[in-house]
């Protein structure tokens, strides 16, 4: 699957969009995108996963830029709530048994 | 919503004893997962579980674990001696094999926080 890189840490303060971003240059044409956030030490939430196209669900918008090299993540109203470390996950056509679960980002919601 | 649950939210165990983890996957769902997350570190795949067998594992997964599917409803996860580096936070998941390969969302339960004396 390919590797994807995401910044260790970000600040969004209460009320505005937060918006993630994740490098995934080694993509291939069959892999998706996949965000999972992880609140503590809760188990992984699923937000929205995407192959081409932007998604738009309840929780958040997906953009994948149109080489698919890149994608961010939006949560368009950020609470306090949020904070958690969401994880940009690469997944493969022929390894889809597993998620690989990178560092991801911290996101901090500040009041 | 469905979810998954997971019994025990904690357990505490001494070194040597064996552990079994409980899981109840999504209703309908076919594939189970388990991933463990030790203090700190990132989530780690264990292992897939698809009709009744593995379907993949990781080099974790080495003899002392073992899944099983006892009935219609639970899927655990057992750790026949466990030592002390097995403590971590172990997540069940399950998908519901429709969609079918990279499109298949893996939903996670809370976690047993297994601690290993």
């Known amino acids: 699957d390919a590797k994807t890189t995401q910044p260790p840490s970000m600040d969004c303060a209460e009320g505005r969009a937060a918006n993630l971003p994740c490098n995934h240059s080694t993509i291939s044409g069959n892999e998706y995108v996949y965000w999972y956030r992880q609140i503590h030490s809760q188990g992984p939430q699923y937000i929205i996963h995407?192959?081409?196209n932007n998604e738009t669900n309840e929780m958040a918008s997906l953009i994948i830029t149109e080489d698919r090299k890149s994608s961010t993540l939006i949560l368009p109203h950020a609470t306090l709530r949020d904070t958690a470390v969401y994880y940009c996950i690469v997944r493969g056509l022929y390894n889809f048994n597993k998620f690989y679960f990178g560092s991801g980002t911290k996101l901090n919601v500040k009041p | 919503e469905p979810e998954v649950t997971q019994t025990p939210s904690h357990q505490v165990t001494q070194m040597g004893q064996e552990v079994i983890l409980r899981c109840v996957p999504i209703?309908?769902?076919?594939?189970f997962y388990w991933y463990r997350q030790i203090l700190g570190q990132k989530v780690e795949f264990l292992v897939s579980f698809y009709n009744n067998e593995i379907s993949e594992k990781s080099e974790i997964f080495d003899d002392q674990f073992s899944v099983e599917r006892p009935d219609g409803s639970n899927f655990t996860l057992k750790i026949r001696s466990t030592k002390l580096e097995d403590s971590a936070m172990y997540f069940c998941a399950s998908s519901a094999g429709l969609a079918g390969g990279s499109q298949e969302t893996q939903y996670f339960g809370p976690g047993t926080r297994l601690l290993v004396l």
């Open positions: 209703s309908n769902h076919l594939y």
């Open positions: 995407g192959l081409k």
